[in-house]
């Protein structure tokens, strides 16, 4: 099924057209909106579509998977695989001051200085003296310009994804004046929201839209088809679909999971995309009765994974039984492949689950205490855990609560830690599998369970240093089994995303990290 899901992405997400085509505007509905659209410091997946086409870094990904040259007209790297240097291209920010080495040492700098409250900044880590500068901002770090067109780095060890890391928005430049006119909301004011990608923000209308240009200034604007872009925010994935098939949006970057099948066999405009995501909740080890291992693990073993996918979501996704989904090779293989399934199987294991509670104290669920399940304002999220519920009580017979907050105001209290069970997930920020794993090491701000473990976080450091390919997967499998037999996640499925797009746009594509690009659209008659 996984190479079916492929073979139709690459063939219908491209739609690459060769003709010239009138430039023109173009609606795409989003359902969801962030708080801020500062590259540098979020980690939201909300704001990966504003941020993809209005920011560019020194490279960027290629439909096909390849690293191409953003900022950056050239690189080299040294023979020891450490040093690397960046020559750039004359690129000018969106206001028309040129992008130099500068903007970059910046933005680094401030990533990693803890007052930015970056959530990524461990991504730089890598980088010779980083990690000790965001702990004492006196200690120098490996960052150099030889002049105002080139940068250098020099990494502590070798990193074989360290190209698929510099595209990732963390190491984004931003402007210096721009953020410090308004620290906490220039990325939320066109006037300062000042960029180096193909378009340029002209309107921030709070739970409306976002409105865009076309920037004149950005170094490929000759490929910038369209004249203006807005991202309409319609959170109801029906009504969305309602705009859509009505012809009133171009695009939709979501479709209710029950319409999936019809859409499927229908509509030419219905996108399967290969998302490199897994969703899972958190388990909350200090919280009881999370706090007993066997509960954990009795709860996951408990649901249903195929049942879920064929009859709540009625989708393509695969069933989740681990953190890290198919799709990363490290060492010439897929990491699912080289990893285990840790106990936990696609169908529900009734009677382990039965016996892993009753060993908790709990035997036929008598004397559960009341637990609540937290989850985001989200239609399809709501009925997918509401289908959990109903199998924890068929299975186990105990009662979980679901409790629904807007994201505004359930994003903070998960990052507290207050909560039992939350719902979450995680989608790649770049395509190998250290973009999960790094999540669980002791110091990971996007560590929502706070939990610790002193092999894993030797496992991670471990994998990181090795030169061996083969060894640094071996080490990361052993990471994710240390997190996987603790049970700190529910898995659930490894998610494709299911979209539409008119047949009348064209060069549009979406990448496995569920950023939809707009650089090379255009549009035909309809």
Known sequence: MKKSILSLTLAASMLMATTALAATSLTYVVGNESDTYDPGTTSETFAAPIIGNTFEGLVRTAPDGSMEGALAKSWKISEDGLTYT??????????????????????????????????????????????????????????????????????????????????????????????????????????????????????????????????PNYWGADNVHLDNLIFRLISNQATALAAMEAGDVDGIEAVPASEIPRLSIESKDFLVIPSLGTTYAFFNPAQKPLDDLNVRKALSMAIDREEIIEFVLQSADVPATALIPYGMNVAGQDFRDAAADYGLGTTAKIDEAKALLAEAGYPNGEGFPKTIFATYSSPPIQKLLEAIQQMWKKNLNIDVEIAVSEWKVYYPEVQKVEYQIAQMGWGADYPHPMTFLDNFVSDSPNNLAHWQNADYDVAIAASKAASDPAESLAQMTKAEAIVMNDHVILPMYHRNSYMMMGGHVKGFWRSTLSVPYFRNVSIESK
Not at 115 to 138: C, P, R, V
């Open 86 to 215: 960046f020559k750039l291209r004359d690129a000018k920010w969106s206001d028309g001051k040129p992008v130099t080495s500068a903007d970059f040492i910046y933005s680094w700098n401030r990533v990693l200085n803890p007052n930015s409250g970056s959530k990524n900044a461990s991504m730089l880590y890598h980088i010779k003296g980083a990690e000790e500068h965001y702990a004492d901002q006196t200690v120098p770090v490996s960052i150099s310009a030889a002049d105002d067109y080139t940068l250098s780095f020099t990494l502590k060890q070798r990193v074989p994804y360290m190209m698929q890391l510099l595209a990732y928005s963390t190491f984004f430049p931003v402007r210096q004046d721009m953020v410090e006119a308004n620290p906490e909301g220039w990325s939320r004011d066109p006037a300062t929201m000042i960029g180096t990608g193909p378009f340029r923000v002209t309107e921030i209308n709070i739970g409306k839209d976002v409105v865009f240009e076309k920037n």
